[in-house]
């Protein structure tokens, strides 16, 4: 049994070195695909980061629907002084000796088709 000694104590520490290294390797495949996989943190952090636009998005589109039903609720109102509002604002009418100012349209660009010979 003693010269199978020094061949059973490589035999370990070889085996204790592959281990080692499967651990490892294992280790740095499981950290990838944790950071790097389909759910992993760098996607989850562009779907949080969109979830927070998306929900902003939702923010203003929610008051200006409000805004919206406000209107609404005041025009079907017989309320006079917010029917000439609309009126003086949508048809630019005037009581009598005011004067409406109207800005002028902006100016149409003119349609230009750019070629690849004209970008470079």
Do not use: C
Request: aromatic share 8%; proline share 8%; net charge positive.
């Amino acid at each position: 049994m003693a010269k199978f000694r020094p061949t059973l104590t490589l035999l370990f520490s070889i085996r204790r070195r592959l281990a080692t290294g499967a651990v490892a390797v294992l280790t740095v495949w499981l950290f990838a695909h944790v950071m790097f996989g389909a759910n992993g943190m760098v996607v989850y952090r562009q779907k949080k980061t969109e979830y927070q636009t998306l929900q902003k998005e939702i923010e203003g589109l929610q008051k200006e629907n409000d805004r919206y039903t406000q209107q609404v609720k005041s025009l079907q109102a017989p309320d006079p002084n917010t029917i000439e509002k609309e009126a003086r604002e949508q048809l630019h009418y005037a009581r009598p000796g005011e004067v409406v100012y109207v800005a002028p349209p902006p100016p149409a660009r003119p349609a230009t088709q750019e070629t690849n010979a004209a970008r470079k």
